[in-house]
């Protein structure tokens, strides 16, 4: 019996493939029409090892993409002969010799899978030679090469996911469960409940992997509103969260967060000058924030790729369910040289991009336009680009008057009236919310309540 001389580490070089499967998928597509769409939801051309499969197969889908023709031997190397490919497709006997290798194509998706697994496994193997190589060049930034590298990683996730139809007779039994669960827990919302019950009845909540952006002028209550969804979402339900505050530090963050919760004077807390009584609330409050599963990032002049990396950190370790940004006006690109409408057309596409990658709500905050103010605010008030306005699923404007802030040789009133407005929603109706904008607690509250 002759000995296998082959070196074991020179057989690790071979990436994987199973041209027996390669062979079987196709053969079976030859002998049933039916099977070419069901492979089409797994393969693509290049995930073929054999480039003469490959380019059988590329025939195959030309022939089904031409009105549905049927892919045989005959019309296959008719294709092939007429695309100049006949001879580096095997030739006429080899395509004649796949249908011998399966008797049916009853087996088309497990040889598609086996193919399509193969494929990824190569790829991978490709990303990890491109991020070693990336690794060696030292005049890239060690951020942009993470980036770069996660960018590989989550390209190949994106690669396994597969289009498929489903029947009624699979669905509506998860949609009687999924019924059933929402009766049980008494919730009419199908995403992360704001808190804001009339708000969450427009939105049933905000929804996984949309982008929600919420605009207004300044010191109308951006970050404040934000950080009471936060805080319903992760102190009041327990959801995990992530708040980025690229303007205020993540101890001024917490600070707020403490007079809304204990209601204690924000500026007595920045001051020192809190009363006795106070300290009792200050301390349940704080007790119950400690708890709470929020994370904030505070990183002021935050590039684009870092926001990214942190995100997906965050999603992956501590299983984040909503992304706040306060706010997306002050993201930074790498190149700063493009032009400020062309960054922010960039960020708020990755912003949209990095909600559906992540499959949960990115919420940013916008500054809208100087000629907005004292005006109810519409779409065309978000600064920078029409492009934030395009991407998001959903857009609110906070919007009140001055006037009602200051009233000279009045005290300042305990609740000011603030309109939320919905201005787009893709999957649901726009109208406006009404809230209580406390300013003595940087707190929102429903005017119901």
Same mark, same amino acid.
């Given at each position: 019996?002759?000995?296998?001389?082959?070196?074991?580490?020179?057989?690790?070089?071979?990436?994987?493939?199973?041209?027996?499967?390669?062979?079987?998928?196709?053969?079976?597509?030859?002998?049933?029409?039916?099977?070419?769409?069901?492979?089409?939801?797994?393969?693509?051309?290049?995930?073929? +090892?054999?480039?003469?499969? @490959?380019?059988? +197969?590329?025939?195959?889908?030309?022939?089904?993409?031409?009105?549905?023709?049927?892919?045989?031997?005959?019309?296959?190397?008719?294709?092939?002969?007429?695309?100049?490919?006949?001879?580096?497709?095997?030739?006429?006997?080899?395509?004649?010799?796949?249908?011998?290798?399966?008797?049916?194509?009853?087996?088309?998706?497990?040889?598609?899978?086996?193919?399509?697994?193969?494929?990824?496994?190569?790829?991978?193997?490709?990303?990890?030679?491109?991020?070693?190589?990336?690794?060696?060049?030292?005049?890239?930034?060690?951020?942009?090469?993470?980036?770069?590298?996660?960018?590989?990683?989550?390209?190949?996730?994106?690669?396994?996911?597969?289009?498929?139809?489903?029947?009624?007779?699979?669905?509506?039994?998860?949609?009687?469960?999924?019924?059933?669960?929402?009766?049980? /827990?008494?919730?009419?919302?199908?995403?992360?409940?704001?808190?804001?019950?009339?708000?969450?009845?427009?939105?049933?909540?905000?929804?996984?992997?949309?982008?929600?952006?919420?605009?207004?002028?300044?010191?109308?209550?951006?970050?404040?509103?934000?950080?009471?969804?936060?805080?319903?979402?992760?102190?009041?339900?327990?959801?995990?969260?992530?708040?980025?505050?690229?303007?205020?530090?993540?101890?001024?963050?917490?600070?707020?967060?403490?007079?809304?919760?204990?209601?204690?004077?924000?500026?007595?807390?920045?001051?020192?000058?809190?009363?006795?009584?106070?300290?009792?609330?200050?301390?349940?409050?704080?007790?119950?924030? +400690?708890?709470?599963?929020?994370?904030?990032?505070?990183?002021?002049?935050?590039?684009?790729?870092?926001?990214?990396?942190?995100?997906?950190?965050?999603?992956?370790?501590?299983?984040?369910?909503?992304?706040?940004?306060?706010?997306?006006?002050?993201?930074?690109?790498?190149?700063?040289?493009?032009?400020?409408?062309?960054?922010? /057309?960039?960020?708020?596409?990755?912003?949209? @991009?990095?909600?559906?990658?992540?499959?949960?709500?990115?919420?940013?905050?916008?500054?809208?336009?100087?000629?907005?103010?004292?005006?109810?605010?519409?779409?065309?008030?978000?600064?920078?680009?029409?492009?934030?306005?395009?991407?998001?699923?959903?857009?609110?404007?906070?919007?009140?008057?001055?006037?009602?802030?200051?009233?000279? @040789?009045?005290?300042?009133?305990?609740?000011?009236?603030?309109?939320?407005?919905?201005?787009?929603?893709?999957?649901?109706?726009?109208?406006?919310?009404?809230?209580?904008?406390?300013?003595?607690?940087?707190?929102?509250?429903?005017?119901?309540?």
């Amino acid at each position: 019996m002759p000995r296998n001389t082959a070196s074991p580490s020179i057989k690790d070089k071979i990436p994987p493939h199973n041209e027996d499967a390669e062979r079987a998928a196709l053969g079976a597509m030859l002998l049933d029409s039916e099977a070419t769409p069901a492979a089409q939801q797994y393969l693509r051309p290049e995930d073929f +090892y054999s480039t003469a499969n @490959g380019r059988v +197969y590329k025939a195959i889908l030309a022939l089904y993409d031409d009105g549905g023709k049927k892919a045989d031997i005959i019309t296959v190397r008719d294709a092939l002969l007429q695309a100049g490919d006949l001879e580096a497709a095997g030739g006429e006997a080899y395509i004649a010799s796949l249908t011998d290798v399966v008797p049916t194509s009853a087996n088309i998706e497990y040889y598609a899978q086996i193919v399509q697994d193969c494929a990824l496994r190569r790829a991978l193997i490709h990303a990890a030679s491109k991020i070693s190589a990336y690794s060696y060049d030292i005049s890239e930034d060690s951020s942009i090469l993470l980036e770069k590298a996660q960018q590989l990683i989550f390209d190949l996730t994106d690669r396994k996911r597969t289009l498929n139809f489903r029947s009624v007779h699979e669905t509506v039994p998860e949609a009687i469960d999924r019924i059933e669960k929402l009766f049980h /827990s008494k919730s009419a919302f199908t995403g992360v409940p704001s808190g804001f019950e009339e708000l969450d009845r427009m939105t049933s909540g905000f929804q996984n992997a949309e982008m929600i952006v919420i605009g207004a002028r300044p010191s109308i209550g951006k970050t404040a509103f934000a950080l009471n969804i936060a805080a319903n979402v992760s102190v009041q339900n327990r959801r995990p969260a992530a708040f980025f505050t690229l303007e205020m530090t993540d101890v001024a963050l917490a600070t707020r967060l403490i007079s809304s919760e204990a209601h204690v004077d924000s500026n007595s807390l920045k001051t020192g000058f809190v009363k006795q009584s106070d300290f009792h609330r200050i301390l349940d409050a704080a007790g119950r924030i +400690y708890d709470a599963p929020l994370y904030t990032v505070d990183m002021p002049n935050m590039k684009l790729l870092d926001l990214r990396t942190q995100a997906r950190r965050l999603r992956s370790m501590k299983q984040i369910e909503i992304i706040f940004i306060d706010y997306l006006g002050l993201i930074s690109m790498e190149d700063n040289r493009m032009p400020r409408f062309e960054q922010v /057309s960039e960020i708020s596409r990755s912003l949209k @991009g990095l909600a559906r990658e992540l499959n949960i709500p990115v919420v940013a905050l916008s500054q809208i336009g100087r000629p907005s103010e004292g005006a109810r605010p519409n779409l065309a008030s978000l600064r920078d680009s029409g492009a934030v306005e395009q991407d998001a699923d959903v857009v609110m404007f906070l919007h009140r008057e001055r006037k009602q802030e200051v009233q000279t @040789g009045e005290p300042a009133p305990e609740v000011i009236e603030t309109e939320l407005i919905i201005a787009k929603q893709r999957n649901g109706p726009v109208g406006t919310v009404t809230l209580g904008f406390r300013p003595k607690y940087t707190e929102f509250v429903s005017m119901a309540k």
